[in-house]
């Protein structure tokens, strides 16, 4: 089949996000959605949508411009997390910058060897601007071609996003109704908070998708991979096991990749999280500065060098192939990337 009723439920601001995302993707596919959502406590909340909300957004018809102004949005670089050594932000935009191939770690390296350098999330252009006084405006952002997120009222976000599903065919019902009894399937945007052995992922006529709060974005980000994993899946909503199956091995392989970070920041040791794709991440930094690349991985190559770099994690050595620089031109171009930061500090001070 590929009609049928879908409801979603759950807090405003996923529902909406699921809701729209399948409301702009199964338009000739005959399907119902109904969407329940759950007005949420706490005016003025913040919710941060990361980087990819520029695909998300053209994707369902909004402008960048449209949804700053109707969610009283900003940009941000970067995301603060807690974590076991205080707060800690990480960039969404790369550190430095990577040269004939080799990332920018490993020139900082050879640098610092060579004279003393500043540490090397200093050396960040994404901080510096996040967390300078006088800030980027969006067209900046922009402009500048760098990975950023938006800071957006969770509210107002959701009733804008909640516009776009009804305007593409969704019904809008009160959270108090019941699950309508056609429905051929259930997307439970709450299922974890309510039972803790209710795992994300499809079984039968339900789909629980996960949630996650402690760590800014990622509530967004789960939101958004469960829509766009049952668009690529769902030719059929018939209990068809073999797609359910998939979902949820999908779900899961997303949620160990989340995991892995939230070891990281919170662990008192990360090397004894017990997680072996963490430990395998955290033996190749401390090898060689390289940090490997898992299926279904959720947090940026930069956010994971800021994040193993602030829990005190070195590599025992670097690319050689940094080497092939000449001394003369690499200290060149650390200077240069050392006044940049500094001008940005400066225009921070005199605002």
């Not at 909004?62 to 050594?85: M, T």
């Not at 090397?120 to 950023?148: C, H, R, Y």
């Not at 033996?283 to 829990?311: K, M, Q």
Request: charged content about 20%; some cysteine; proline content about 5%.
């Amino acid at each position: 089949m590929t009609g049928g009723v879908v409801a979603i439920a759950g807090p405003a601001h996923r529902v909406a996000i699921v809701g729209a995302i399948l409301a702009k993707g199964w338009p000739s596919l005959g399907r119902n959605l109904v969407l329940m959502p759950q007005s949420t406590a706490g005016a003025g909340v913040k919710l941060i949508a990361r980087p990819d909300h520029l695909r998300v957004h053209a994707e369902i018809g909004l402008s960048v411009d449209r949804v700053v102004q109707d969610a009283a949005g900003s940009g941000v670089l970067s995301a603060l997390y807690e974590s076991a050594i205080g707060p800690l932000r990480l960039p969404f935009a790369a550190i430095g910058a990577s040269r004939g191939g080799v990332d920018f770690q490993h020139y900082w390296a050879r640098a610092n060897a060579i004279r003393p350098l500043r540490d090397l999330p200093d050396f960040s252009i994404a901080l510096a601007l996040e967390t300078a006084v006088k800030k980027l405006p969006l067209s900046g952002l922009m402009k500048a071609q760098m990975p950023f997120g938006l800071s957006l009222d969770r509210d107002r976000y959701a009733q804008l996003l909640l516009g776009v599903a009804k305007g593409s065919g969704a019904q809008i019902v009160p959270s108090a109704h019941s699950v309508p009894s056609e429905a051929v399937l259930t997307i439970d945007c709450d299922g974890e908070r309510r039972s803790a052995k209710q795992s994300a992922g499809w079984t039968g006529q339900r789909i629980t998708v996960a949630t996650r709060d402690d760590l800014p974005g990622i509530d967004w980000q789960l939101c958004v991979n469960a829509a766009r994993r049952l668009l690529s899946l769902a030719s059929n909503l018939d209990g068809n096991d073999a797609v359910q199956c998939e979902y949820s091995r999908l779900s899961a392989w997303e949620g160990e990749r989340i995991a892995d970070m939230h070891a990281v920041l919170i662990s008192a040791d990360p090397h004894s999280a017990g997680r072996s794709a963490l430990s395998r991440k955290l033996e190749l930094f401390a090898a060689c500065g390289r940090i490997p690349t898992e299926d279904f991985e959720v947090f940026s190559h930069p956010e994971w060098l800021c994040a193993l770099w602030a829990r005190g994690i070195r590599p025992r050595r670097f690319d050689r192939m940094a080497n092939v620089l000449p001394e003369r031109e690499l200290l060149k171009w650390i200077a240069a990337l050392e006044h940049q930061i500094d001008q940005i500090a400066k225009g921070s001070r005199a605002a």
